[in-house]
């Protein structure tokens, strides 16, 4: 069963980030003040498995009547990749794909290696430096496993987060971008929400409504699982292999009596 | 009505204190942070769109140690092959190198774990999609088939063969120990490392060849173990002053991507590994009596390599623009 969330209405209320930490009891993130606009979170961890982004743009949104300011919210989170460069850079099987299509870590395996902090190209998952292992979003599994949606979904008081089976999600997600462009947003789009839009993670469990730029909202324009670029480095790998013996046979041969 | 106080008057009077105050202009109050600065690329607050590798010092220690076992491994194979029996000691020499390389590498390894007691769940499975993964079974191996090897090569009838046998299969996974470090790196979506995997494995493998002639160097040898060493040593910073070129190239071909091997500390790390690369080859040409010289200088040059490409890789990570360019 394939489930996924994705984000169109976020008003920053960060009740999903709350939640998450309630419900899986994760520290706080310390009550510092960043000056970043609301943000305080500053970015996903391996603490934060929620993380509500304040864009603050000078320019007005399409259809945006006065003001020459607009304020986009974005509530991150992990993806749960199709092709998960964590998943594919774990070298213990510690993170595994779940019976409900999510990606999650194992904490009884995991060796903080920390390979997976690299796999990323998200920059979701990271080591807990007082613990030693990896720790990211693990889509609530425990709260699935119950037939129960996942936290923050639960929390989300606009069903910005919508939870469900992907395929739906996909659907609604078109029909919600529809009526954004019959509304003259003609920004907006879908980001990673099918193979075809973004081939280097085969598209995204969750999948985001965008209306600028995906670097805006510190997501990468092209994210690619690292394995799938990886193959000219093995490659690379044979030469050098084929080099350091040929270099090795040719000073024993060279220097015979 | 839009006067800034959003009251509706049809359900309400504007009688208060203040009502009689016109509404300041609002559009010129607002004077807001742009989170998303205009440019090229935008960033959020420039705060890092990757997480920064969390690997701490003795991984680029492991890349240089590692290197040296895993051409040790391959040049005790080619003394082997070709040698014949007056090398013998030369090949025995060259697989303890390996074995202690890789054992030391082993700890090194260990020692950057988050959960150190967990080490051995590296094997716990065979994962191809990751080079750390196809590592570890490789440095696992080679290990052990290299102490074998040295060891079981001094007895007679089969376990000599054995010996041999263990020798030639550590000489080969010798090749990979010896570059793998460079495609676990190129696996990930740091900038730098990313933007360099063509050419990476190369400089870690004749960074590797020259560091074992450095190491060869130091020690006493025969003349013609000696002759071997020299010329291996020669080739291999030759190669590794080439790759090195080619690694600054193929990073820089976006210039904020390859910015960390050329400016700032890692920049400088970088250079100074050129400059003593480059020393240790016209002490090994040019002086053949300074072998400690060209040794110790080699050493220098090659560990240089291997951190600056490591902190090169950490602070690239933190340079959002470089992750959206890449």
Redesign the interface.
Known sequence: MPTGFFTTVCIGCKVCEVACKQWNQLPDDGFTFTG??Y?NS??L?ASTWRHV??????VPLSGQT????SWLMLSDVCKHCQRA?CL???????IIRTEFDSVYVQPD???????C????????????ES????WKCTLCYDRQKDQMEPACAKACPTDSILFGEVAELRAKAGERLEQLHARGVKEAYLYGADAAGQPGTGGLNAFFLLV??P???????DPVA??K??K??????A???????L??????????? | MNDGRYIDTSIATLEGEASHQTPPKQEAKIQPVPSAPPGPVPTYYDKPAIKPPVWIWSIPAYFFVGGVAGASMTLGLAVQLFGGKRLRRFDERCRWIGAVGGGVGTALLIHDLGRKTRFLFMLRVFRPTSPMSIGSWVLALATPLSAGSALLTLSRGWLYDAGYAAGMAAGFLGMPLATYTAVLISNTTVPVWKGSRRTLPLLFGASSAASLGSVLDLMPLRDRERAIARRFGIAGRIAELAAARAVEREASAIPRVGKPLHEGATGALWKAATVFTGASLAAATLLPRRRILAGALGLLGGACVRFAIFYAGKRSALDPQATFLQ
């Open positions: 970043m606009s943000d500053v970015d961890g982004e304040f864009v603050e743009r000078p006065g003001g020459n300011f460069g594919e850079n774990c070298p213990t099987g510690a395996v995991c060796n903080g290696c920390g390979y902090v690299v796999g990323c190209p998200f920059g979701v998952i990271d080591r807990l613990d030693g292992r990896a600028d730029r670097e805006v909202y510190n997501l990468p324009p690292p394995a670029y990886v000219e480095s093995w490659a690379s790998l030469m050098a292999s084929a080099g350091l013996l270099a090795a046979i040719g000073a024993v041969w060279s220097a015979r009596t």
